[in-house]
């Protein structure tokens, strides 16, 4: 009986136990541990006096570890913030560290790539000059075209890339890119620059050439429309270093070439002041109105217009003391405005190309009358028989004292083959070319579809001006059908 009840008092105090540890006053901590006694298994084996106990069941007693065990105290909230700072401290340190040993680890990186690239370890003038013999014809950016692909290959050659200016002076863009121009043009440094814009213009690349201009001096021009032109003549102050300007239109979304009104054409020549070179490059491109105010351009030399383009818009409202070389197409020109202009700009002109792939009314033979003497050489084309016809009858009308400084003589028959000359012409050209002695190459520039050549008394003129130094090619460039006339 006393066994008994000594079991079934430390039941009690068991049981009391458990419950101690889940009132209010106790705070759990982790997970909790599980004290199982079966009392059906302590009965069914007779604990402690290995006699079963009828009717008893299974109890569990579940208890959680309390607070009053050998844990670490609960940190405030103010030492937990601290705690934080501290370990973000830390974190930062440690990044700090990182980041100096990726940076000694490039630099060291650089060093030994210099050590084994043997451009590198060149001066940087022989590396820049290196560069430079690596540069293609056209300067377009691209991430594997040159000078690019020099800043994607290592950090040594994008420092010699960087280093020379003379890599970046050109650019050529085929798109909209201000992004583009604004990462090129600095690296220029203070070098003179050339840009050809191919339907890139808008008003961000026109502020980046405004920022520029002092430095561009070679411009190209190409566009659709008439209004992205009008936007660089309202953005850009003056290029008071440009001395060439390519002026060109593209085909629009019909297949049409862009009409550029004169005032666009005539304020971006006034934003030019000291233009040497101008050129309307672009078949199509067409002034739809007189320039109205004569603008004079005191240093330009060279004037070319396309074959297309519309001369007289131009021709009658500019005046260009210094002219040396004109390349003009006649066939969109008065005889009177041709006049004109030379009396009006008294140029020393040297070189003169009158270019016709048409034909038009202006009379040859009366423009060779309006030539200034100083012309030294003379290109001239005739298209059809209609101005070959005016053309010989000029050479043979001509006073034996005008262009007598010609030293070249062009002459390119349109239309027309050898065996359409005629005698007359034939007798035109010598009474031409044998006072004038100073002309050292004459080309009669004509095909020849069947057997013909000149009497014999033309063909002693000829080889007296070959035998007194003369070059006289009479043909197709490829070819020269004067020495076998000239043969016994």
Excluded at 83 to 101: C, G, T, W, Y
Excluded at 112 to 131: C, G, H, Q, T, Y
Excluded at 437 to 461: K, M, W
Aim: glycine share 6%; hydrophobic share 40%.
């Amino acid at each position: 009986m006393r066994t008994t009840c000594v079991w079934l008092l430390e039941l009690f105090l068991c049981l009391a136990f458990s419950q101690s540890l889940t009132t209010p006053n106790r705070r759990e901590i982790g997970s909790a541990e599980e004290l199982r006694f079966k009392l059906k298994d302590l009965c069914d084996s007779g604990y402690p006096n290995k006699r079963p106990v009828n009717g008893c069941r299974e109890v569990t007693c579940r208890f959680t570890v309390s607070a009053s065990m050998d844990l670490p105290p609960a940190l405030s909230v103010t030492e937990l913030e601290a705690r934080i700072a501290q370990i973000s401290s830390d974190i930062a340190f440690q990044q700090e560290v990182l980041k100096n040993l990726e940076r000694n680890k490039s630099t060291a990186q650089r060093e030994l790539n210099a050590i084994r690239d043997p451009v590198a370890r060149l001066p940087l003038e022989i590396s820049s000059e290196i560069f430079l013999g690596c540069l293609t014809s056209q300067r377009k950016p691209g991430a594997h075209v040159t000078p690019l692909l020099f800043l994607n290959i290592c950090n040594a050659w994008t420092d010699i890339a960087i280093s020379t200016p003379a890599l970046w002076d050109i650019i050529e863009l085929d798109f909209r890119s201000a992004d583009c121009l604004r990462s090129w043009l600095p690296r220029a440094g203070r070098r003179t620059s050339t840009i050809a814009l191919d339907r890139g213009l808008d008003h961000s690349v026109a502020a980046i050439l405004n920022q520029y201009a002092t430095q561009i001096t070679h411009l190209t021009l190409r566009e659709e429309v008439d209004g992205e032109l009008h936007t660089l003549a309202a953005a850009v102050e003056s290029f008071p270093q440009l001395d060439t300007l390519i002026i060109g239109g593209l085909p629009d979304g019909n297949d049409d070439y862009a009409k550029f009104s004169s005032s666009v054409v005539l304020e971006l020549l006034r934003l030019a002041p000291n233009l040497v070179e101008l050129t309307f490059n672009i078949e199509g491109l067409y002034v739809v109105n007189s320039l109205g105010d004569n603008l004079t351009l005191s240093r330009l030399t060279s004037l070319k217009f396309d074959e297309f383009f519309r001369v007289d818009r131009i021709l009658i409202s500019i005046t260009t003391p210094v002219l040396e070389t004109l390349i003009l197409p006649y066939a969109t020109i008065s005889n009177a405005d041709f006049s004109l202009f030379f009396k009006r700009s008294s140029p020393p002109l040297q070189k003169l190309v009158l270019a016709d792939e048409q034909g038009g009314d202006f009379d040859l033979g009366e423009g060779l009358m309006q030539i200034p003497s100083s012309v030294t050489h003379l290109d001239v084309s005739a298209y059809g028989r209609y101005s070959v016809v005016s053309l010989f009858s000029g050479l043979e009308n001509l006073p034996s004292d005008s262009l007598q400084n010609l030293r070249t003589l062009i002459l390119r028959i349109r239309g027309l083959d050898l065996t359409d000359i005629e005698p007359s012409w034939y007798d035109a050209l010598v009474h031409f070319l044998t006072p004038r002695r100073t002309i050292v190459r004459f080309h009669l520039n004509i095909r020849r579809y069947a057997d013909s050549q000149p009497g014999e008394h033309v063909c002693e003129v000829f080889r007296g001006l070959v035998d007194g130094g003369m070059q006289v090619w009479i043909g197709p460039d490829a070819h020269n059908y004067l020495p076998g006339w000239l043969q016994p």
